[in-house]
DNA sequence: TCCAAAGTTTAGGTCGCCCTAAATTATGAT
DNA sequence: ATCATAATTTAGGGCGACCTAAACTTTGGA
């Protein structure tokens, strides 16, 4: 079994780069909140074991292997898993869920993380609006875009939203805006400058800064996408 | 916070030791499988924290103070919450329960150890029977007794079985014993042989080794106790 | 094309918790 | 009261994951 802080190193690769992609030194280390040297040393180490979780060349970062890849989606499951169980069971609000489901992730068992996704109806996405990965590793797909590239004009449906960061999250449930809520894009200023929304059946407009936007991904009702 | 490491420690020292006694050094390094010069060097370590959770004395092993008496009781809360919440929410049997408690109860924080009492309406006890400690520290309190020191002929019910071994745990499920079952002692062979008993409402006999019945504490329904 | 800034690696070290082997101290049976 | 045996402590290390400081590459903009 891989320790907690491999596993995070896994996770933060996978978040940071995907399956495919490789993650520098420096993007590691300000994820982990941890010195680059610690990040070369635990990935020259991880390079190493068999089977090696991660693939490493000097100054290049590092790539997930197939094991690593699904070690890290393993993790990820168990995360978004704990996230909606807390919500639905255990009434935590989706702000409160991360930090939680950060620590338990690493406890849980295989049979616990079964019966919890039992329990749960075998979901597929977490609170936020994020896949659940499934045991084989595959992710169910939506097709979905960022807010930031929706048509002005284009009715919406948000899909999701980032996770980690609990301000955030509780600034967009004070709007009414999470997974499932309706949009409808009224405006744009140019460069980078804020949206403008109608949120739910409200008719009130709110104006949404691009950082924010940036984190809210919606599914459009019927039509493709592109930006307006 | 303590580590993992110290908690078990405190928890291992109140299992032996409850919080008045002393538990050995030699003791504790039998029940953390660790070796006794481990043991020595953390508690001499631990001895000099400051608020210290233990008194330590040469040769003489170790005594919880009362902030590590109040940590101990709150893992031991912990562990028995989450054994009960998952055998009632999550459908595990109870010889299931233990190993992953022993994880998780690390794991969980305040919020999530209110949640789960919440839940379950501010149980009493696991599903062992063993009283689950209070917030403050405080022990719900049951008269009870080793089945050993029961009267023969006396009907009693069980109120508690030790929770640390799975095989033994499925063997008494398998005779249909449990907390709240009754049972009939109806003979006990001398010299540490073995009881006999009429278990819940079958007539049959059933013969019983007396490790196994030290293991099992009942109430009887009105009279006092002793040895029969 | 060159070079400063950014990114990366090496070297040397800390801390927590564990180990074995050897020395010491306590205990209780005679 | 003695002394073998059991219990305990000391000494000297190991391992995993982290750190800082200093040296070294790589890269992109002038």
Chains 1, 2 share one sequence.
Request: charged fraction near 30%; charge should be positive.
């Amino acid at each position: 079994m891989p320790s907690e802080a491999v596993d995070d190193y896994l996770k933060a690769i996978y978040e940071i780069a995907g399956d495919e992609g490789r993650a520098s030194t420096a993007s590691l280390a300000r994820k982990l909140s941890v010195a680059p040297a610690s990040v070369t040393g635990m990935l020259q180490k991880l390079a190493q074991r068999k089977p090696a979780p991660v693939q490493y060349q000097k100054h290049r970062g590092a790539r997930l292997s197939e094991h690593g890849k699904l070690r890290a989606l393993e993790v990820i499951r168990h995360h978004r898993l704990i996230e909606l169980f807390l919500h639905r069971v255990l009434g935590y609000s989706w702000d409160e869920v991360h930090d939680e489901a950060e620590r338990l992730e690493h406890a849980i068992s295989e049979q616990l993380e079964d019966r919890i996704a039992e329990r749960l109806g075998n979901p597929e996405v977490d609170p936020h609006g994020h896949p659940i990965p499934r045991k084989d590793g595959s992710i169910p797909t939506r097709r979905d875009m960022s807010l930031l590239e929706a048509f002005v004009g284009s009715e919406t449906t948000v899909s999701r939203v980032s996770d980690s960061n609990p301000e955030m999250l509780r600034y967009l449930a004070g709007l009414g805006i999470s997974p499932g809520t309706k949009i409808k894009l009224t405006g744009r200023a140019p460069f980078d400058g804020p949206l403008t929304l109608e949120i739910g059946n409200s008719r009130k407009k709110q104006a949404l800064g691009p950082t924010v936007a940036g984190e809210i991904r919606v599914t459009p009702p019927l039509n493709g996408k592109g930006k307006g």
